[in-house]
């Protein structure tokens, strides 16, 4: 198995910038397709962004595309999210997932096998 610990969330204002941070241990870091996915009070966990095995697919939602940048470095077994121009409607705790079968990204939660504990991105306007 891999573990996930999530690192980087914080409060900010709108406008502002946040990198989410994801370290992996367990495994192999460069075995594990990773994602991000956010979930809102009382809504339902989403996508965020993907990324392959070795870094070269990546995947980005609409809602956050052109301000969210998914990048990894395997030789520190670290997955990063770079959130720049943040929005209230960014408001969520944000997840770090791992799978070790996936092929190129993955957009559904059921896809990935292992998550992280959350960290709470806060936007104000």
């Known amino acids: 198995q891999v573990q996930l610990v999530e690192s980087g969330g914080g409060l900010v204002q709108a406008g502002g910038s946040l990198r989410l941070s994801c370290a992996a241990s367990?495994?192999?870091?460069?075995?594990?397709?990773m994602g991000w996915f956010r979930q809102a009070p009382g809504k339902e966990r989403e996508f965020v962004a993907g990324i392959s095995r070795s870094g070269g697919g990546t995947y980005v939602a609409d809602s956050v595309k052109g301000r969210f940048t998914i990048s990894r470095d395997n030789a520190k077994n670290t997955m990063y999210l770079q959130m720049n121009s943040l929005k209230p409607e960014d408001t969520a705790v944000y997840y770090c997932a791992a799978d070790p079968y996936l092929r190129g990204v993955a957009t559904r939660r059921e896809s990935y096998d292992y998550w992280g504990q959350g960290t709470q991105v806060t936007v104000s306007s």
């Open positions: 367990g495994r192999t870091f460069s075995s594990y397709a």
